[in-house]
């Protein structure tokens, strides 16, 4: 017996039905495949890279919002616990102004060491941005400044709707109200 490969007569017939040029399969992959198999790989790093970059960004757009508004909250509640404690004071302001007008016949050492306090306290004010409230006789009643506790008949026919008289001055702090005048409105 000789060992001679005979081609069987299937794969003959298979050969000659394929079209000339028709490469038969190999195990070897050609230049597209390769280039396919290389650029998958590739396409999706650089995905996984812009996703990281996206990433990055937004928790970046993230932090530096949470910072500035952690930044206003903190201005905001010095802002408040300053308020507060101005707001407080503010009686010990009409006790003074009280207390310097039934002073005013007398000229001692007492009423200048009061007025040299008085006047201490009035800067210091004045430091924290606290200010009065200028209203005058026949200003106009503004609900955003006044807060009116009485309406009387008008002694005078200008002054219906406007403020006759200041019970309690008003103060601001920066341009915030802190405490509304009281006043009385004319009819």
Do not use: C
């Not at 903190?74 to 004071?89: D, F, G, P, V, Y």
Request: hydrophobic share 35%; no cysteine.
């Amino acid at each position: 017996m000789e060992n001679t490969v005979q081609p069987e007569p299937e794969l003959e017939k298979h050969e000659e039905s394929m079209p000339e040029g028709t490469p038969l399969q190999s195990s070897e992959p050609t230049d597209e495949e390769k280039k396919e198999t290389t650029a998958e790989p590739l396409k999706k790093m650089q995905d996984e890279l812009a996703e990281a970059k996206d990433k990055y960004v937004r928790l970046y757009a993230e932090f530096d919002n949470f910072r500035r508004r952690n930044a206003k909250e903190r201005l905001e509640l010095i802002t408040s616990a300053n308020e507060q404690l101005l707001k407080a004071l503010l009686p010990v302001i009409d006790d003074f102004e009280r207390a310097e007008k039934s002073f005013k016949d007398k000229n001692d050492k007492e009423v200048e060491g009061f007025l040299l306090i008085q006047n201490k306290f009035k800067k210091i004010m004045d430091q924290f941005n606290v200010k009065v409230m200028e209203i005058n006789q026949g200003s106009d009643f503004n609900l955003d400044f006044h807060e009116a506790i009485t309406q009387i008949p008008a002694p005078d026919e200008k002054l219906k709707g406007k403020i006759v008289d200041v019970v309690e001055k008003g103060y601001l702090l920066g341009e915030k109200v802190i405490r509304f005048a009281k006043v009385v409105v004319g009819q």
